[in-house]
């Protein structure tokens, strides 16, 4: 997706034949199982399935072209990669134009075996600030880690203090700090769960730079060179 872009409702905008739109929505939805690298343009198109503009067309029609350049690209799996378990977490704060609720995904990778997981604040109450918003969903991300290690236990796969990797420095000091001050006494208590996973080295906070941060590519439009290194980074390469 190009950087300048930000996709909302187009309400003034000239309807497609939804038909059309979300036969191409679903082909692409099931192309993300092997090119995660469109999850995030995609995702933002399959929100206006039901009343579908021009704008919205053109932007599925980019990835189309996208796809097109790069049909030579795949997941690539190495043969003699050595096991790990790591989570990545980011959160676009206030990202959703239409209604400013924060777009966060959470990404587990096991020997390049992706696993991620998308949630806008519905449920959950609207985040006051960015690193809030970091917090929460870094603890939904430590759920999640914990789950894949308890699972890979049954296979003889043991992990120990599974690494979380944040680019928000307040958030990282809000998991690792053990009194409750004043200014986490709005966040549910229950988000605090990550809090005692990192107290009881279940899981490990770190921080991560944003140009290291593999989870932006989930969360916004990227420009090419940073686009290409983290897709680089994500196993998906040319045949060749």
């Known amino acids: 997706m190009a950087t300048n872009v930000k996709i909302d409702k187009d309400e003034k905008g000239k309807t497609v034949d939804e038909s059309k739109y979300r036969g191409m929505i679903g082909s692409l939805l099931y192309l993300t199982a092997s090119r995660p690298d469109i999850l995030h343009a995609v995702y933002l198109c399959a929100r206006f399935q039901s009343n579908p503009k021009e704008s919205h067309m053109s932007a599925v029609k980019r990835i189309f072209r996208y796809l097109k350049g790069t049909i030579q690209y795949g997941l690539f799996y190495p043969k003699n990669e050595i096991f790990s378990l790591k989570g990545y977490s980011?959160?676009?704060?206030?990202?959703?134009?239409?209604?400013?609720?924060?777009?966060?995904?959470?990404?587990?990778?096991?020997?390049?075996?992706?696993s991620f997981l998308v949630f806008k604040e519905a449920k959950l109450s609207v985040s006051l600030s960015t690193a809030e918003a970091e917090y929460i969903f870094a603890a939904f991300c430590c759920t999640q880690l914990l789950w894949m290690k308890q699972t890979l236990a049954d296979y003889k796969c043991s992990f120990e203090n599974v690494p979380i990797f944040c680019d928000n420095i307040s958030a990282i000091n809000i998991a690792q700090n053990p009194v409750h001050h004043n200014r986490t006494k709005h966040i549910e208590i229950r988000h605090h769960f990550l809090r005692d996973c990192v107290s009881k080295r279940k899981i490990e906070i770190s921080f991560v730079p944003s140009q290291?941060?593999?989870?932006?590519?989930?969360?916004?439009?990227?420009?090419?060179?940073?686009?290409?290194?983290?897709?680089?980074?994500?196993?998906?390469?040319?045949?060749?």
């Open 90 to 114: 980011d959160s676009d704060y206030a990202g959703n134009i239409d209604d400013r609720k924060s777009i966060s995904w959470i990404m587990s990778i096991f020997k390049r075996l992706p």
């Open 212 to 240: 290291d941060q593999l989870a932006d590519i989930f969360t916004k439009p990227l420009t090419s060179e940073t686009f290409a290194s983290i897709r680089a980074r994500l196993g998906i390469m040319h045949i060749e």
